[in-house]
């Protein structure tokens, strides 16, 4: 059974941080694109970063380039999202996903495969 759990949200305030986590089983973490997308209130669920673990290669939305960072730990078959800078705008569900990285991409969140639960995080303001 594949499984994507993820943690580490909570509430931090205006300009801080927080580290997700996503701990990926059931499938050869080497073998697939880990995507992290995230859904705010009211809104459709957006791309937010992906790291492709055959390559290492990562990929982010414009609007976060530069705050947030993905990482890969295969040891630990976990991939992280450091956000930084956090804004209230940033307040939203954050979802990890797996998909095949030949067609990965965070246009959409079509092209993913298996989904966590999501982890909720919130700024204040």
């Known amino acids: 059974e594949v499984q994507l759990v993820e943690s580490g949200g909570g509430l931090v305030q205006d300009g801080g941080s927080l580290r997700l986590s996503c701990e990926v089983s059931?499938?050869?973490?080497?073998?697939?694109?880990i995507a992290w997308f995230r859904q705010a209130p009211g809104k459709e669920r957006e791309g937010v970063s992906y790291i492709d673990n055959k390559n290492g290669k990562t990929y982010y939305s414009n609007s976060m380039k530069g705050r947030f960072t993905i990482s890969s730990d295969s040891a630990k078959n976990t991939v992280y999202l450091q956000m930084n800078r956090l804004t209230p705008e940033d307040t939203a569900v954050y979802y990890c996903?797996?998909?095949?990285?030949?067609?990965?991409?965070?246009?959409?969140?079509?092209?993913?495969?298996?989904w966590g639960k999501g982890a909720l995080v919130t700024v204040s303001a």
């Open positions: 996903a797996a998909g095949d990285p030949v067609i990965a991409t965070l246009r959409t969140d079509l092209a993913m495969e298996y």
């Open positions: 059931g499938v050869t973490f080497a073998d697939w694109a």
